[in-house]
């Protein structure tokens, strides 16, 4: 009797010990959660990521199954929208920035797609009570190590049943050991460290073939969890993703039921609880026990689990725009247009700290000249940019912005194909025959955008070819930006592309940009003076500027270099 009661005893003391350390746990997770949120509300991401964590978010929309048009690997590097999308990430959860990021590689080119996401967007702008309060959700969502929560989940389509009758025969031997100890002490202890032993090995030698799986099962369990307190949200906005939250839940609702303890994920947390969690399951595999259980009923629901996480995924996702909102300088909706005119006001790069606003209004064909430094690089970036942002989140760095839905295409940040074995020209001419490619058979406008056209080969080809290729995407169906050194294209296009350019002045020894867009060609020979300014001596700088001059009055090198 006694034995019993200090069996029962003990358990209870467990019990409320764990209930405590939980309640304490989760009052300074919400004490957190407040502080992070409000600091990073209206803030750049400070959020840090591996190299492995950040390639994981991109998994989601590569494996998609959808015919919207998507930006391509080229243009968003060309773009570097990857630090614009760290820079706008300031989601709570792994789905969030899933959606996020397929948002910005996924052009919306339809009215309805844009204003709903907007209508959420401005919802959570305009709430701060109900934005915090699905924050906490998305907060206890969160991420995992490594791998985004899509990868885990997928993972759990290649598990296999394990058995769980040898794991409940284990555990029997950890509680009767425990049980023995109060009745017979000697043979508790003599029970008791054999199992827990042979226990520890077994759980430790199980969880390098289960935790991917175990990972995904709490991944699961977290986003059911999310759908049950979405589904029971009553907000206008939000009801639609309630409704889908609700069915998603139902479905899945056989997954969550004695599950409590494989939510912990396989790892030991900071807090007593986890420490506890992990210890009972270490000794009496609970988790390995519900293991097959888990398998069995996942199967046939992988679409209510990525259901649910787009569910969750697109509320974190509009936080994080609105959040996005809040930190630009200034920012407008994109007013979507027929006509193939780009129209901004006061434009400007988003990356930038003390950036300079640029307003334009294009159409067809525009050939930007310019020397190095001056601008058109980031001018080019920004017009792809604003575009890309009017088409995901409708959220343009501007006071003012208009254009048609537009699949933007760009060739700018080149490189050497080394392990292809393809050369700078050949890598530069497979990009541009992109855009020539997308503007012949496309029935959305394209907006072309072309740093330095052909800039891997010879003077003269490079100029004769790239007039061709550039008429040949005048009018039609696009607007194609072109940045160039040859100013020669300037006069070979001028009847096919307006000229426009930046230029800089050069005062004593100090080089000065304006990175203000001007009309008509760059004037200016400023190169060679740059070259003094740098530290070359006279005789150079003297000798480089008349030969410039030779050879624009004679046409001739050689004739130069004799002379």
Same mark, same amino acid.
């Given at each position: 009797?006694?034995?019993?009661? $200090? %069996?029962?005893?003990?358990?209870?003391?467990?019990?409320?010990?764990?209930?405590?350390?939980?309640?304490?746990?989760?009052?300074?997770?919400?004490?957190?959660?407040?502080?992070?949120?409000?600091?990073?509300? *209206?803030?750049?991401?400070?959020?840090?990521?591996?190299?492995?964590?950040?390639? !994981?978010? =991109?998994?989601?929309?590569?494996?998609?199954?959808?015919?919207?048009?998507?930006?391509? #690997?080229?243009?968003?590097?060309?773009?570097?929208?990857?630090?614009?999308?760290?820079?706008?990430?300031?989601?709570?959860? !792994?789905?969030?920035?899933?959606?996020?990021?397929t948002w910005l590689r996924e052009s919306a080119f339809d009215d309805r797609t844009i204003a709903g996401r907007n209508a959420l967007i401005e919802y959570f702008s305009a709430n701060a009570e109900r934005r915090l309060f699905m924050q906490r959700i998305l907060y206890d969502v969160g991420r995992m190590n490594k791998m985004s929560f899509y990868d885990y989940i997928i993972q759990i389509k290649k598990a296999a049943r394990i058995g769980k009758m040898k794991y409940i025969a284990?555990?029997?031997?950890?509680?009767?050991? %425990? @049980?023995?100890?109060?009745?017979?002490?000697?043979?508790?202890?003599?029970?008791?460290?054999?199992? +827990?032993?042979?226990?520890?090995?077994?759980?430790?030698?199980?969880?390098?073939?289960?935790?991917?799986?175990?990972?995904?099962?709490s991944c699961v369990i977290k986003l059911i969890e999310a759908g049950s307190k979405i589904a029971a949200c009553t907000d206008p906005e939000l009801i639609p993703l309630a409704e889908r939250a609700a069915s998603a839940t139902k479905a899945l609702s056989g997954f969550k039921a004695g599950a409590f303890f494989v939510t912990s994920g396989g790892s030991v947390g900071t807090g007593l609880g986890d420490t506890l969690l992990e210890y009972l399951k270490m000794f009496f595999h609970?988790?390995?026990?519900?293991?097959?259980?888990?398998?069995?009923?996942?199967?046939?629901?992988?679409?209510?689990?990525? #259901?649910?996480?787009? @569910?969750?995924?697109? %509320?974190?996702?509009? @936080?994080? $725009?609105? =959040?996005?909102?809040?930190?630009?300088?200034?920012?407008?909706?994109?007013?979507?247009?027929?006509?193939?005119?780009? /129209?901004?006001?006061?434009?400007?790069?988003? +990356?930038?700290?003390?950036?300079?606003?640029? =307003?334009?209004?294009?159409?067809?064909?525009?050939?930007?000249?310019? !020397?190095?430094? /001056?601008?058109?690089?980031?001018?080019?970036?920004?017009?792809?940019?604003?575009? %890309?942002?009017?088409?995901?989140?409708?959220?343009?760095?501007?006071?003012?912005?208009?254009?048609?839905?537009?699949?933007?295409?760009?060739?700018?940040?080149?490189?050497?194909?080394?392990?292809?074995?393809?050369?700078?020209?050949?890598?530069?001419?497979?990009?541009?025959?992109?855009?020539?490619?997308? $503007?012949?058979? !496309?029935?959305?406008?394209?907006?072309?955008?072309?740093?330095?056209?052909?800039?891997?080969?010879?003077?003269?080809?490079?100029?004769?070819?790239?007039?061709?290729?550039?008429?040949?995407? $005048?009018?039609?169906?696009?607007?194609?930006?072109?940045?160039?050194?040859?100013?020669?294209?300037?006069?070979?296009?001028?009847?096919?592309?307006?000229?426009?350019?930046?230029?800089?002045?050069?005062?004593?020894?100090?080089?000065?940009?304006?990175?203000?867009?001007?009309?008509?060609?760059?004037?200016?020979?400023?190169? @060679?003076?740059?070259?003094?300014?740098?530290?070359? =001596?006279?005789?150079?700088?003297?000798?480089?500027?008349?030969?410039?001059?030779?050879?624009?009055?004679? *046409?001739?090198?050689?004739?130069?270099?004799?002379?």
């Amino acid at each position: 009797m006694d034995s019993g009661i $200090a %069996i029962i005893v003990i358990s209870c003391v467990l019990a409320v010990t764990f209930a405590y350390s939980i309640i304490t746990e989760n009052r300074k997770k919400s004490v957190e959660f407040k502080k992070s949120a409000e600091k990073n509300w *209206g803030k750049r991401s400070a959020l840090r990521q591996s190299a492995e964590e950040f390639e !994981s978010i =991109s998994h989601y929309f590569k494996n998609r199954n959808t015919n919207a048009f998507t930006v391509d #690997d080229i243009t968003w590097n060309d773009c570097g929208m990857d630090d614009v999308f760290r820079m706008m990430n300031t989601a709570l959860s !792994s789905p969030g920035e899933d959606i996020l990021y397929t948002w910005l590689r996924e052009s919306a080119f339809d009215d309805r797609t844009i204003a709903g996401r907007n209508a959420l967007i401005e919802y959570f702008s305009a709430n701060a009570e109900r934005r915090l309060f699905m924050q906490r959700i998305l907060y206890d969502v969160g991420r995992m190590n490594k791998m985004s929560f899509y990868d885990y989940i997928i993972q759990i389509k290649k598990a296999a049943r394990i058995g769980k009758m040898k794991y409940i025969a284990a555990g029997l031997m950890s509680a009767a050991g %425990i @049980i023995l100890l109060f009745v017979f002490p000697l043979a508790g202890v003599l029970l008791l460290l054999p199992a +827990l032993f042979i226990n520890f090995f077994i759980h430790i030698s199980q969880r390098d073939k289960t935790q991917t799986y175990i990972r995904g099962f709490s991944c699961v369990i977290k986003l059911i969890e999310a759908g049950s307190k979405i589904a029971a949200c009553t907000d206008p906005e939000l009801i639609p993703l309630a409704e889908r939250a609700a069915s998603a839940t139902k479905a899945l609702s056989g997954f969550k039921a004695g599950a409590f303890f494989v939510t912990s994920g396989g790892s030991v947390g900071t807090g007593l609880g986890d420490t506890l969690l992990e210890y009972l399951k270490m000794f009496f595999h609970l988790d390995l026990i519900k293991f097959d259980s888990m398998v069995e009923t996942f199967a046939g629901h992988e679409k209510e689990c990525m #259901d649910l996480l787009e @569910i969750v995924g697109t %509320i974190d996702a509009a @936080i994080a $725009a609105a =959040s996005f909102r809040q930190l630009l300088p200034c920012w407008c909706h994109g007013c979507v247009t027929d006509e193939k005119v780009i /129209s901004g006001k006061e434009m400007y790069h988003p +990356l930038l700290n003390d950036p300079v606003p640029n =307003s334009l209004i294009c159409s067809g064909g525009n050939l930007i000249t310019g !020397s190095n430094a /001056s601008g058109k690089s980031t001018f080019l970036k920004n017009i792809a940019i604003s575009q %890309i942002l009017m088409q995901s989140i409708d959220t343009v760095p501007a006071k003012e912005w208009s254009a048609p839905y537009m699949k933007v295409v760009t060739s700018m940040a080149l490189t050497d194909n080394l392990l292809g074995g393809e050369s700078y020209f050949v890598v530069e001419i497979r990009s541009l025959k992109r855009i020539v490619d997308m $503007a012949e058979g !496309s029935d959305v406008p394209v907006l072309g955008i072309v740093d330095e056209v052909l800039r891997g080969t010879n003077t003269i080809e490079r100029i004769a070819a790239s007039s061709k290729i550039l008429e040949s995407l $005048a009018g039609g169906n696009t607007i194609i930006f072109a940045a160039t050194h040859d100013i020669e294209l300037s006069y070979i296009l001028e009847s096919l592309y307006r000229n426009l350019h930046f230029e800089e002045e050069i005062d004593g020894g100090d080089v000065r940009f304006s990175y203000k867009l001007m009309e008509g060609r760059a004037l200016t020979r400023n190169a @060679i003076r740059l070259l003094g300014i740098a530290g070359y =001596s006279s005789g150079v700088v003297e000798s480089a500027r008349k030969m410039a001059e030779e050879f624009e009055k004679t *046409g001739e090198w050689d004739r130069v270099r004799k002379e």
